[in-house]
């Protein structure tokens, strides 16, 4: 399993409509092959933050989804970024 997570910064005065103009990718993402959870939600302390999560059942499913990667308006927004693989060789329930 792959685990991605890490946090976004946009302008804090932009972040819910970056948000909401990530609708589609996240109704695309959970229908994908391979997603078992892909969330992106607006830190409640910090206004610029956007927090990233997202599970995979492999590389290669997390890659054919990512294909090119976000357009290019959605980069342009991206001030600064903290986001990391993981990969979970096993789970148990908490």
Do not use: H
Not at 65 to 91: K, L, M, N
């Amino acid at each position: 399993m792959i685990i991605i997570s890490g946090k976004l910064y946009v302008d804090a005065d932009a972040r819910d409509a970056y948000l909401a103009g990530c609708r589609e990718v996240l109704k695309l993402a959970r229908a994908a092959t391979g997603c078992l959870d892909f969330a992106l939600s607006a830190d409640l302390l910090e206004p610029d933050r956007i927090n990233v999560y997202e599970r995979w059942e492999t590389d290669e499913d997390l890659e054919r989804f990512r294909g090119e990667g976000p357009s290019g308006e959605r980069t342009t927004q991206i001030r600064d970024a903290e986001v990391s693989r993981y990969r979970i060789s096993g789970v148990e329930p908490a």
